[in-house]
């Protein structure tokens, strides 16, 4: 008995393999090939492909002889009529579905699947009532930062509860509140009584290690009957994935986060008189961001101050009122970031004020955050959406310190999402801005996407390269390395890249960035040379099985190597007597009958640009049962107790054949003799799958595939 690994040549003969190229399409679904993987590209995203399943929905209920054509089998069926279908490992899936979407009369969708991620979702008890952080793409976007403590945003403001478990110390070792290192601890560090009376670092503040109230003229900030500041600080910066409270939109990940400067304005009302004080405060001690979320009347001394912010390269973000008129001031300021509100369903709140000052906008209604005393609740009004924009802007900043002002209102105004139905192209002078909700909603995912660092250069090196890093932050340095020196050396400087020691196979290029919050590593995967070893020459065949042929019979032969290296092609060729079309692997035999075994091989090898692999070969052989079927019919199929085997043919025919059922590893199932023209055979005992029915008698044989189903 021949082994059956053939058959699955057979079934795959119809299936031509394409050369890797960089992208593909198979009917709507868009593929790319990037770092060694291929990729499916929907929506702005890409996601890594599932090499072994494909989900089909069929016209046809001739489902198993589908399945039988293609050497696949089911995993799984939904309720809905989809079925996932398990394709052999290390087959080229795509080239599979390529073939399989051709089928149009037999199936009505095929989709390659992928593997996703987990979005990062906070442990914090609370997270789930915070809507707008969904909202504003910020469960997105913590996977690609969530805060440090090299940012600082000064919270202008009422005051905060410095002692809020999800703020402060609490129960946790560590808080995201900013500290004056010019000057001593206090011995408690929430009571600012307990400084030691001296005002260290010479500003005329005396132990101000914690800010200043700048209307009291002391160093307690903490609010002890207004909640207002700390809600706003616990937008910014509540402790993230800490196990209880809210989710801080820079709250870090159970560790510091975006640092607030608290500076207080005014307990029960703002004070114009202390804002400017606390604008150049803020200037002063190096904030990164200035958020206030209050209305007063203007002075010129108020706008001295934010110029003086400006001027320093720090964005200053401003509440644009709650009475659904123009906007008020500062918003109105030139120079500030006005935030308005919208509400769930992304419509501009009934009373945030708009106009033409109005910037961006942000979700204002029922926004969960941090109250006094370790308490929590929900707030409408501009005052709540302001701070998410801040905190925002903080997050940049600790990608990329060093961005001006206006790159920062460019990067927002460019993502926020245009929603609201409102009319964004009122001003051709300011193309993208409404007055109802300024350029759009927030959209802070893909804020943070445009400027992200990432890796640009060759997927492919030959013999050298260069390497750059897209989005590098200004100001900031990077050193390349490569997981193989000894195969890829990268000069640590300036990122070119030169091949060793005649290397092939994959490496990881390294962008570390240096900066003066810490290193940040991007990387990158490349192939480096020529293709590995053909490692198969046929879909299932493996090159140490001879492969029986009939003579005059055109097969092809498909090549692959599992490395899916771009721009990858093949070189065929055989011997003897038979033709080969040279690149594509159809062979045409020309195998003597008669008792005499013939035998060939054909050969491949995987190129590209670099060069080409060493050369495979398989061998063939003449197959003595080449003639076609005498007339058995095979039922029920796919079968979960038992098959019959029928035979309508000549009664001479009927002397002696073998019956043989095997499994995918060649081994035997079943076997016996027989000249019966019924013959039932149990498969109750056999795993659920794809088994080979092969019939032999002389010089004829039948070969099917069985579905087992349990």
Not at 55 to 62: E, G, M, N, R, V
Not at 380 to 398: E, N
Request: overall charge negative.
């Amino acid at each position: 008995m021949k082994h059956f690994l053939p058959l699955l040549l057979l079934l795959f003969v119809n299936i031509s393999f394409e050369a890797l190229s960089q992208s593909k399409k198979i009917g709507n679904q868009e593929f790319s090939f990037a770092s060694g993987e291929w990729y499916k590209n929907q929506d702005g995203e890409s996601y890594k492909i599932d090499t072994e399943v494909i989900t089909i929905k069929f016209k046809t209920d001739d489902i198993g002889k589908f399945l039988s054509k293609y050497g696949l089998s089911i995993v799984r069926k939904s309720p809905n009529g989809y079925y996932d279908i398990q394709v052999p490992k290390n087959l080229p899936i795509l080239e599979i579905a390529e073939q399989i979407h051709k089928e149009s009369f037999m199936i009505e969708s095929i989709d390659v699947n992928t593997y996703g991620e987990y979005s990062f979702s906070p442990n914090d008890t609370q997270f789930s009532n915070q809507w707008y952080l969904t909202k504003i793409g910020m469960v997105s976007g913590w996977d690609k930062v969530r805060g440090n403590n090299c940012t600082q945003i000064a919270i202008i403001d009422s005051g905060v509860d410095i002692a809020h478990e999800d703020i402060g110390r609490g129960v946790d070792t560590y808080d995201n509140l900013w500290r004056n290192i010019g000057e001593d601890a206090w011995t408690d560090p929430n009571n600012p009584a307990t400084g030691n009376g001296i005002d260290n670092d010479g500003n005329g503040l005396v132990d101000d290690w914690r800010g200043w109230d700048f209307v009291n003229l002391n160093n307690d900030v903490r609010s002890p009957g207004n909640t207002h500041g700390t809600r706003v600080a616990g937008i910014v910066s509540a402790k993230l994935n800490n196990n209880r409270g809210i989710s801080g939109i820079g709250g870090g990940s159970n560790n510091t986060g975006l640092q607030l400067m608290i500076l207080g304005a005014g307990e029960l009302a703002p004070s114009s008189a202390a804002l400017d004080d606390a604008i150049l405060y803020a200037v002063q001690n190096g904030a990164d961001v200035i958020q206030m979320s209050l209305t007063v009347a203007q002075t010129a001394a108020i706008d001295n101050a934010i110029q003086t912010a400006i001027n320093n390269g720090i964005p200053v973000v401003c509440a644009s009122g709650n009475n659904n008129t123009g906007v008020s001031y500062p918003a109105n300021n030139a120079n500030v970031i006005a935030v308005g509100s919208t509400n769930q369903n992304d419509q501009k709140s009934s009373f945030s004020n708009f106009g033409t000052e109005l910037f961006i906008s942000a979700p204002g209604e029922q926004i969960r955050s941090t109250q006094l005393n370790n308490t929590y609740g929900d707030s409408d009004g501009t005052s709540f959406s302001a701070p998410q924009v801040s905190s925002v802007i903080g997050l940049i900043r600790s990608i990329s310190p060093n961005l001006t002002v206006q790159q920062i209102r460019n990067i927002l105004s460019s993502t926020a999402d245009k929603v609201g139905g409102v009319n964004y192209n009122w001003d051709p002078n300011r193309p993208g801005h409404s007055r109802e909700l300024g350029f759009g909603r927030l959209n802070a995912n893909a804020a943070l996407n445009s400027i992200f660092p990432n890796i640009n250069g060759l997927t492919l090196v030959c013999t050298s390269g260069s390497f750059t890093l897209q989005n590098q932050p200004p100001g900031t340095t990077v050193t390349w390395s490569s997981s193989s020196p000894s195969g890829l050396s990268i000069n640590s400087t300036t990122g070119a890249a030169t091949r060793q020691n005649n290397f092939n196979g994959q490496v990881t290029v390294t962008a570390m960035i240096n900066s003066a919050c810490g290193n940040t590593n991007f990387t990158r995967n490349v192939w480096v040379g020529v293709p590995v070893n053909v490692e198969s020459i046929a879909l299932g065949f493996y090159t140490n099985q001879p492969f029986y042929v009939c003579p005059n019979t055109t097969y092809q032969f498909n090549a692959f190597d599992f490395t899916n290296i771009p721009g990858t092609t093949y070189n065929w060729y055989t011997y003897n007597n038979h033709t080969i079309q040279s690149g594509q692997g159809t062979i045409s035999t020309n195998i003597r009958t008669g008792n005499f075994v013939d035998e060939t091989y054909i050969s491949v090898r995987a190129q590209n640009t670099c060069g080409g692999s060493s050369w495979t070969d398989a061998l063939l052989n003449q197959d003595f049962t080449c003639g076609s079927g005498w007339g058995f019919s095979v039922s029920p199929n796919p079968s979960s107790d038992y098959i019959e085997l029928n035979y309508n043919g000549a009664e001479t025919d009927i002397l002696n054949y073998e019956v043989g059922l095997y499994d995918w590893n060649g081994q035997v199932l079943y076997k016996e003799r027989s000249n019966s023209k019924k013959l039932r055979i149990q498969t109750s005992s056999f795993k659920k799958g794809l088994i080979v029915l092969k019939i032999v008698s002389g010089n004829k044989s039948e070969t099917q595939l069985i579905q087992i189903e349990k």
